[in-house]
């Protein structure tokens, strides 16, 4: 089967199409002929090594993908052959990467896609729904009519956490870098946008809310911005940093705290995946919010598999709004 692998760290160019055996299946394990695979920005962190997971080659990429049951094992009782099926995110990409055209996945990671889902769609799905959900739902517990700030608006994450906001009633805030993308993240559903580059930070967030009024931030970036956030937080407010795309050192805001007794802390959506409730209240908010129309995927552009190098250059660029996917038919 093809899958892409890479046996040095670098740019896109690094990534190669090779031919594998198909992996064996094990009694809980589901074999999924891939339809889709989608991109995220941890995917090309991994590729350089600057992720939080660290490669061994020659290594295997991707989280996330959609496609057809073709096998199940024999202790799997929930799945059939012919479904449709979503790969929920594991750790591990190194052995379970998805970007191949046929993945053997344990079936706690495997999820019926909804019916009115495509596979692009079903591939976009679940890295971004599932790392807002356990920050703005397990962590933040964001209630009706909360304020909360979404840094890096226009990636699928955080378009999926202005969904997930405005599904539990609050006020998502966004952010991205410049106005291009402004009016995009407002269709998105963002209640008010910000471009950081052409505002200052504190001063519009105290222009949309006042002071002490932001009870939420959901930060990708971190660097020196940190302090402007954590002045505008509301008292107890709380800061979940779950990023690092700025490349300046992340000062921890202590005599803001201090003051107004935040909470500030770091966050992976794997803390949801190790947590057998949190990763089943997880997946029943997901499927149900797909299958409601409540969450539904924004997919910027699409790419053929022959075309990895292509949409990882793509991924870098920063241009795309929503997810990146790569299709195997």
Not at 118 to 131: I, N
Request: net charge negative; proline share 4%.
């Amino acid at each position: 089967m093809r899958t892409v692998r890479f046996h040095e760290l670098g740019g896109p160019e690094v990534l190669t199409i090779d031919s594998l055996a198909s992996p064996s299946l094990q009694a809980n394990d589901v074999r999924i002929a891939v339809k889709v695979v989608g991109l995220n920005r941890a995917d090309a962190m991994f590729r350089r090594g600057s992720y939080i997971e660290k490669a061994d080659f020659p290594s295997r990429i991707g989280y996330e993908a959609s496609g057809i049951v073709i096998e199940v094992g024999e202790e799997v009782n929930h799945l059939r052959l012919g479904d449709e099926v979503c790969i929920v995110p594991q750790m591990g990409l190194s052995q379970n990467g998805c970007y191949a055209e046929e993945v053997v996945v344990p079936n706690e990671y495997v999820a019926l896609k909804p019916a009115g889902l495509t596979f692009a769609e079903g591939a976009a799905a679940w890295m971004q729904y599932l790392t807002a959900y356990g920050a703005l739902v397990e962590i933040a517990n964001v209630q009706k009519g909360d304020a909360v700030l979404i840094t890096a608006s226009s990636s699928s994450v955080g378009l999926a956490a202005i969904q997930i906001v405005n599904a539990l009633g609050g006020i998502p805030i966004a952010t991205t870098l410049t106005g291009a993308k402004k009016a995009a993240v407002l269709k998105a559903g963002a209640a008010h946008v910000i471009a950081t580059q052409e505002e200052p930070l504190l001063d519009s967030l105290r222009g949309i809310l006042g002071a002490n009024n932001l009870k939420v931030a959901f930060d990708a970036v971190g660097g020196p911005q940190i302090a402007e956030i954590a002045e505008a937080m509301s008292p107890e407010g709380t800061i979940i940093v779950h990023g690092a795309l700025s490349p300046e050192v992340t000062p921890f805001p202590l005599k803001i705290a201090l003051r107004k007794s935040l909470t500030v802390r770091g966050y992976v959506f794997t803390e949801v995946i190790k947590d057998i409730e949190r990763f089943r209240r997880a997946k029943q908010f997901i499927h149900s919010g797909l299958s409601e129309g409540t969450l539904k995927p924004i997919i910027d552009r699409s790419f053929k598999f022959e075309e990895i190098v292509a949409a990882h250059h793509y991924l870098e660029s920063n241009q795309q709004i929503g997810k990146i996917v790569v299709e195997l038919d």
